[in-house]
């Protein structure tokens, strides 16, 4: 591919592969996510590729630099969010997804539906008796709107040339050619979009600030270190569209004058690093990254910067002193890493996940992002859906929509016809939401308002049979092995509290325990150094708040109501139905069973340690658990 001169040049290359992409008569898109990668998807790939050219049948494995009727195009793309099924495969222009494929399935794909037009009916979703062969009427799609995983599960996530085919670079060559730095600034200024990473800080602010600033150099910094536990939003935007960020950051750079951008990445996150890496080196051999870019005076080069998979890295003084070559640890604020930021230089810091929105906005406009979920929070926002429901995987919706819509129309309601019993957003910064919030809207306002926060995006769905105290408890363990320890209010706090929790859990809760955890929490969310510190309490907060009566039964009867907590268990033998065959007795390491042959045995809770062990022994299955 030869290096662009000039934007005709772009403009000329753009129409040569999108002629390309559309003569393909067929598409094979196979999820090469990092879930569906670890089911088999690549072996499916390569398979499918080995059988088209076993018929000796025309395919292409990259886009054609020239348009050729008659091909089909096979691709590993990004993730297509419903991980509960992969690995996945999309037939195009049918539109028709096939789930939990395995390697016996290709042949017929190829014999059926490549060469037959034909629907194979065990692949395809089926819910209450009904099929969905084609991807958008599946209830798990139906109500989500995707713009930043627009092209995940479209295009080959490592190919520039299919990036270009729909569209790519355009936004930034309208940026470069057709606006100056104060349009860009107001064009997102005006459409209000709200940083992704979790505190929803406008961006056309954080832009103008970085921008009225006369320091030079000045800096573009991507943030794709995602720590929440079960968050992998900005894995799959990076791993399956790197492109459509990039061209996002190189948007932020003209805009505040930035000739340098750093992607920091979690080390644990290889297959985003290996495709930043590509997209990258695609981008500079074209010339749309490096110096006088398609014939411009704008200069700017991309370097990857990988973290240690620290969560204090997550914030953003943090992130910086790391790329500095520092320990990854927060420092007070103001200034503001718009004016001191990257080597105390003026620098933009922004999730991949708003770096993505960029070139949208910018193409299609301020209003028509605005029309997209409530003025106050436009846009879409894309979660980490997991826990006690259906559909596992990555979605996203509009702004607004209902907690209710999320947890029944998209995740598919609660496994097993279990009831729902609460939700958590926004991971170790977040809270607990309930039924009673089921109707609320999903936006920043919205929940700030009920206690909660949307964070980086994870929800956890939780069915009755989940404890809620020690839901807390392990949403503090995670903060308190996470905290850098630079302030005494994250270090020591945080670890008082989760004695409490622990304490609790295990049945040796006190008086007055429910009161110094609030005290506490007052205590760190007032005087924490950084937002991940002030924020720790937060999933504590919530379940008192919401849960008072689950920490009183721990606490005053000993009892945890969901019967989950293993040392607040109890076992005991179901006397009609022990044979007195003295296997539990053996299998006990405690000797808390006692009886005789031929007769019913029983346990002495006082010495039982609640391992389980006599559980298993029982040849009846006579010992039972009692909350």
Partial sequence: MPELKDREELQQMRAKYERSFQAEQKKIIVCAGTGCVSAGSLEIYQRLINLLEGRNMPCAVELKNEPEAGLTGIKRSGCHGFCEMGPLVLIEPEGCLYLKVKLEDCEEIIEKTIVKNEIIDRLVYTKDGKLYSKRLDIPFYKKQKRLALEHCGQINALSIKEYLAIGGYRAFEKALFEMSADDIVQVISESNLRGRGGAGFPTGRKWAEAKRQRAIPKYIICNGDEGDPGAFMDRSVMEGDPHRMIEGMMIGALACGASEGYIYVRAEYPLAVSRLGIAIEQAKKLGLLGEHILGSDFNFNLTISRGAGAFVCGEGSALISSIEGKRGMPRVKPPRTAEHGLFNQPTVLNNV????????????????????????????????????IANTGLIEVPMGIKLRDIVFDVGGGIPGGGEFKAVQVGGPSGGCLTAEHLDLPMDFDSLKKAGAMIGSGGLVVMDEKTCMVEIARYFMNFTQNESCGKCI????????????????????????????????????????????????????ISTIRYFRAEY???????????????KLKKLFVDDQLCIGCTKCVKACPVGAISGEKKVAHTIDSAKCIKCGACVGGCPKKAIKTAA
């Avoid at 960029?358 to 826990?387: C, D, H, M, N, R």
């Fill in 353 to 388: 996940e708003t770096f993505a929105a960029v070139p949208l906005i910018i193409e299609q406009g301020a209003a028509w992002y605005k029309s997209i979920g409530p003025e106050t929070s436009p846009g879409t926002k894309a979660f980490a859906l997991t826990g006690n």
């Fill in 489 to 540: 209010p994250c270090r020591e706090g945080t670890k008082l509290m989760l004695g409490i929790l622990e304490r609790i859990v295990a049945g040796e809760g006190r008086a007055g325990d429910i009161e110094r955890l609030l005290e506490l929490a007052d205590t760190i969310s007032s005087t924490a150094l950084c937002g991940l510190g002030k924020t720790a309490p937060s999933p504590v």
């Fill in 552 to 566: 009183e039964a721990h606490i005053n009867e000993k009892h945890c109501p969901a019967g989950a907590c293993q």
